[in-house]
């Protein structure tokens, strides 16, 4: 194959050597700091360069890399998402700068000229070379938001199958695929019907403008607009749109309108040049059915030129995670409208569902599995209702006196959770809730598989980082699931009693004095027991033998069947035999069988 030509449709793959060459040139750029901070940008181009080498030049279309490298899904429509012209575009700006700076000598030019996808790979002729400029001082990637994980790897690279095999499998994978639209709801009229019998507040994202001279391009702006509604679509319990549909007569949109509306919010950026060359990004949430301000901030600093990738991160990155985090000023907004307005609709028995686990006030009207049971009944594709169900039932059974589901009410849990995993494949609560599910019936390792799922599904949700961190943490990933639990608050993720439970049982098995220490106060006031049950292990590892012995006397007389109810739950907790084990011998230094009890001394 010659090198400076694009390969033709048909073409055979090229011989080893020159793909060899060309792939040696593909990870050059994808080791550069840009490529590395964006794995979108690097799934994209990875993805055209091998379909070129396989010789499937053909195949290069805006919904292949679409579906097989971003991870959107089999539903998309090219017409009404643009995201691979966007992506496209800063792809080509990527490459611009890479061979203008750290790529200077590549030998090999990777090239994605305007108007397709087909990649051309040139040699660097010495006249087009010139002087090579001075190299940049190496840089360490940009920190990458917490959890520290990629994208999702994208099915290209997963399965290796062609577009022909691939065809089929949408066909198989469609009844799974119907419910992950409400990620991305515009890709699906099914999708969008269902959002809106359940009411789900809508996100729309307006089209950013620029004021003053040096603020960003019309083009940078779009990729800016563009990423948050990626980024927004990541989130669950939330149908993103662009600009909505409005009344003539009032200037309101149709969905705030008549018996089924819903809440809808408005997403509005304006980028404003600066003397010094940076810009800064006023961004500006409104409820658009009451037309009130509700969110506002301004982000300063923003670099452009070989920086702006950088900028446009942070933006997404901050922004994301003050609106749409479940605690963010949104879904908090929606929920208190619905609960007050539509508390018997689809959103509102989630509402109060999510108010029941987090403990609000708003959460005594009932737990809401009864509502989410005749929910799911009735929608039979609403995966999220599935999910909610699911965890309700789960943090039921956990807060009460005796943590032992039946047989059956266990299977009913992992029913209801896997079946959300199934129905929306690229939601995040729904991995996060199977994970939960999957370690409490005593399956660590597929909750370890499936926690990390969630993780890649929604880099920026960290509450889910949150849970995933339990998850960790009971499977016996003791220190990584420490760190992410941390590192997840640190972000804003809303602390829990669970999650209390679990940095104390953390401190305990690496014997952490200090950790310990600073967890009994909070577990002290938590009466749920599994906070006793960690409270009782941090006393342990201080060496307070009379407090131990008070706590772990306070389980026995709370489970109704003693000792076997106390170990029932550790190994609810900690499905991994060595944890449990590990558990259980401090609590029998501190009393809990009858043996311990009659006088065998304590340990510490």
């Known amino acids: 194959m010659d090198l400076g030509a694009p390969a033709p449709a ?10 060899t060459l060309v792939r040696a040139a593909l990870e050059r750029v994808l080791a550069a700091p840009d490529f590395i901070a964006s794995p979108r940008l690097a799934a994209f181009l990875r993805f055209v360069v091998e379909a070129t080498l396989e010789g499937r030049a053909d195949e290069i279309k805006g919904y292949t890399i679409a579906v097989e490298a971003l991870g959107r899904p089999p539903s998309f429509d090219p017409q009404s998402d643009p995201i691979v012209r966007v992506e496209a575009t800063r792809l080509r700006r990527a490459l611009e700068r890479y061979y203008t700076t750290v790529g200077a000598e590549d030998p090999l030019v990777i090239d994605i000229p305007k108007g397709g996808y087909v990649p051309l790979f040139r040699p660097r002729t010495e006249a087009e070379a010139g002087p090579a400029p001075a190299r940049p001082e190496p840089q360490s990637p940009p920190a990458a938001p917490v959890p520290d994980v990629p994208l999702p790897t994208p099915v290209w690279r997963r399965t290796g199958v062609r577009l022909a095999a691939a065809a089929a499998a949408v066909v198989l994978v469609a009844g799974l695929a119907l419910l992950a639209v409400q990620i991305n709801p515009l890709t699906s009229d099914r999708g969008a019907a269902l959002a809106d019998r359940i009411r789900l ?9 620029a004021a003053g001279p040096g603020a960003p391009a019309a083009a940078e702006l779009r990729a800016i607009e563009e990423q948050m509604r990626d980024a927004f679509a990541r989130f669950d319990f939330v149908e993103v749109k662009a600009a909505g549909a409005t009344s003539d007569e009032t200037g309101v949109p149709e969905a705030c309108l008549g018996p089924q509306s819903r809440s809808v919010f408005a997403l509005k950026g304006l980028a404003e040049g600066r003397a010094d060359g940076t810009f800064s990004l006023i961004t500006r949430v409104t409820d658009r059915c009451d037309g009130s301000i509700i969110w506002s901030a301004a982000l300063d600093g923003l670099a452009q030129g070989p920086a702006l990738a950088d900028s ?3 933006a997404v990155r901050d922004v994301a995670t003050a609106i749409m985090e479940s605690y963010g000023v949104i879904p908090v907004r929606a929920r208190a409208q619905a609960l007050a307005k539509a508390p018997d609709s689809g959103f509102g028995c989630i509402a109060a569902a999510v108010a029941y686990v987090r403990g609000d006030p708003q959460g005594q009207r009932g737990n809401g599995t009864a509502c989410l049971t005749q929910l799911t009944r009735r929608e039979r594709d609403f995966a999220l209702g599935y999910a909610m ?5 789960l943090y039921t059974t956990l807060h009460d006196d005796t943590p032992n589901p039946t047989a059956e009410e266990m299977e009913e849990f992992l029913d209801a959770a896997e ?3 199934e129905l929306a494949p690229a939601s995040a609560y729904a991995a996060r809730t199977l994970a939960l599910v999957q370690l409490f019936a005593g399956e660590p390792d597929d909750a370890i598989a499936t926690a990390e799922k969630a993780l890649k599904l929604n880099p920026l949700d960290f509450d889910v980082a949150a849970t995933v961190a339990t998850v960790f943490i009971g499977a016996g990933r003791v220190e990584e699931g420490e760190a992410l639990l941390l590192r997840a608050r640190r972000e804003g993720a809303i602390r829990t009693n669970h999650q209390d439970a679990f940095l104390g049982i953390a401190a305990f098995m690496r014997n952490d004095i200090l950790a310990a220490q600073a967890m009994v106060p909070q577990l002290t006031l938590h009466s749920a027991i ?6 009782a292990l941090c006393l342990h590892t201080l060496g307070r033998t009379s407090g131990e012995r008070e706590v772990v006397g306070a389980l026995l007389h709370r489970m109704p069947d003693g000792a076997e109810g106390v170990r029932r739950l550790v190994h609810r907790l900690l499905p991994t035999p060595a944890l449990a084990d590990r558990a259980l011998a401090a609590l029998e230094t501190a009393g809990l069988s009858r043996e ?3 006088g065998k001394p304590p340990r510490g």
């Not at 048909?10 to 793909?19: H, I, K, Q, S």
């Not at 507040?201 to 403008?209: G, K, M, R, T």
């Not at 599994?530 to 409270?535: G, M, R």
């Open 201 to 209: 507040p809508v996100v729309e994202v307006l089209p950013f403008e």
């Open 530 to 535: 599994e906070s006793k049950l960690a409270l």
């Open 10 to 19: 048909e073409a055979a793959p090229p011989e080893d050597n020159e793909a």
């Open 419 to 421: 079946r959300a995993a």
């Open 596 to 598: 311990a009890g009659a």
């Open 312 to 314: 446009e991160r942070r």
């Open 389 to 393: 169900r699911a965890t309700a039932q």
